[in-house]
Structures are given as C-alpha cells and as structure tokens.
C-alpha cells in the first residue's frame, strides 16, 4: 500500500497567514492526489483533485501543487472559515489511502 | 446536485454484524461509483471499498475482505455496506462517498456511527 505522511501534524496560524501544508507519498503516484477539508461532526469536503486542480465552489485562496511523490496544499489568506483538519488522499494505486490528517489552529 | 442521506446511528455487540444504508437523491445511483470510508474517533480517514467503474465490480481493501458486503438497491438508490464480525476496533464513523470516475471522493454522506460494545 502506498503510505501518505502530512506535515505538520498540527499548524498554529492567525487570520491572514499564509498556510502550507506538506503530503508526501511513499513512492510516486504522478499527480492523482486530492486534499479535503474536514471539520468536527462534519464529513470530509473536497477541495482539490489532480493535485492542482480546485473543486468547483471553493475559494481561490486555496491551491495545490506537486507531482511524483511531494504535494503541497496552501492557503493564501486564512480566514476564521478555514479552522479545520485537511487530508491528502492519493488514487494511483489501490487501495486509496489517506494522510494522517494536519490540524489547523489559531493562533 | 447529489445528495447522500445515511441512516441513523448503531449500537452492537462484538461478534454482530451492522449493514448502513445511503440514499442517493439528485442522481440514480447507476450513473454514480459509491465508495465507503470510515473514521474512528480521533482518527483518520479509511477507504473501505466501492464500486470500480472501469471493471465494473465492486472492490475492497484488504483489510476488511471477507468482513465487509457493499450492495446496491438500483430501484431505490440506495447503497449499503453491512460489516460482519464486529470487534471494537470497529466502532467508527461510516462514509459513504460518491467516487469521481472511481478514484476522489466529491459527495459525502452525512455520516453514520457505529459503536461496538459488550
């Protein structure tokens, strides 16, 4: 199975910042990772596939970026909205597997 | 639009099987690829199986194979996933997600729990 690490685990940040969080792949799977945000209670959302490309309805301040076997998923501008827990999921091999989850916080 | 309603919320005993439904509104569930992902507190996010389009068969991850059933009512767009075997490793949340040609996961339902405990 193909082993996703995120990094951090967990990110302190402020309203503004500048955000970037790391996914990496224990061996290449080209550009087939998607990033989700996940919130407490509520199921996962989809906010990139193809590594870079954005979900129709999500915010610009989101991208993605990468291939091979490091990803990167950045926020422009954090805003209050954006509090929550992100996860990588790669669909080059099966069975798909997911990072371990990075949660962001305030600051 | 799709929409993806789960049932509600169980309570089993270990060695009992669960089997959760998703409805499926907004699409028929023919002209979808249904996947189920589960989450146990705190934890991550695990893909479970679903429906590969390209062989047209349902597939399922190693782990749960022989444990796990996940079947279609096509006239009632309705999924299901019925685990057997309980233990308390899995007490989790229960997604069922539509899969994008298989592979992402851009629809969620809302989530079903289920506990196990003697």
């Known amino acids: 199975d193909i082993q996703m690490t995120q990094s951090p685990s967990t990110l302190s940040a402020s309203v503004g910042d500048r955000v970037t969080i790391t996914c990496r792949a224990s061996?290449?799977?080209?550009?087939?990772l998607a990033w989700y945000q996940q919130k407490p209670g509520k199921a996962p959302k989809l906010l990139i596939y193809k590594a870079s490309s954005l979900e129709s309805g999500v915010p610009s301040r989101f991208s993605g970026s990468g291939s091979g076997t490091e990803f990167t998923l950045t926020i422009s501008s954090l805003q209050p909205d954006d509090f929550a827990t992100y996860y990588c999921q790669q669909y080059n091999s099966l069975p798909w597997t997911f990072g371990q989850g990075t949660k962001v916080e305030i600051k | 639009q799709v929409q993806l309603v789960q049932s509600g919320a169980e309570v089993k005993k270990p060695g009992a099987s669960v089997k959760v439904s998703c409805k499926v509104s907004g699409y028929t569930l023919t002209e979808l690829s249904m996947h189920w992902v589960r989450q146990a507190p705190g934890k991550g996010l695990e893909w479970m199986g679903g429906?590969?389009?390209?062989?047209?068969?349902?597939i399922y991850a190693q782990k749960f194979q022989g444990r796990v059933t996940m079947t279609e009512d096509t006239s009632t767009d309705t999924a299901y996933m019925e685990l057997s075997s309980l233990r308390s490793e899995d007490t989790a949340v229960y997604y069922c997600?539509?899969?994008?040609?298989?592979?992402?996961?851009?629809?969620w339902g809302q989530g079903t729990l289920v506990t196990v405990s003697s």
């Open positions: 061996q290449s799977i080209s550009s087939w």
């Open positions: 997600a539509t899969g994008n040609m298989g592979n992402y996961f851009d629809y």
């Open positions: 429906f590969d389009p390209e062989d047209g068969e349902t």
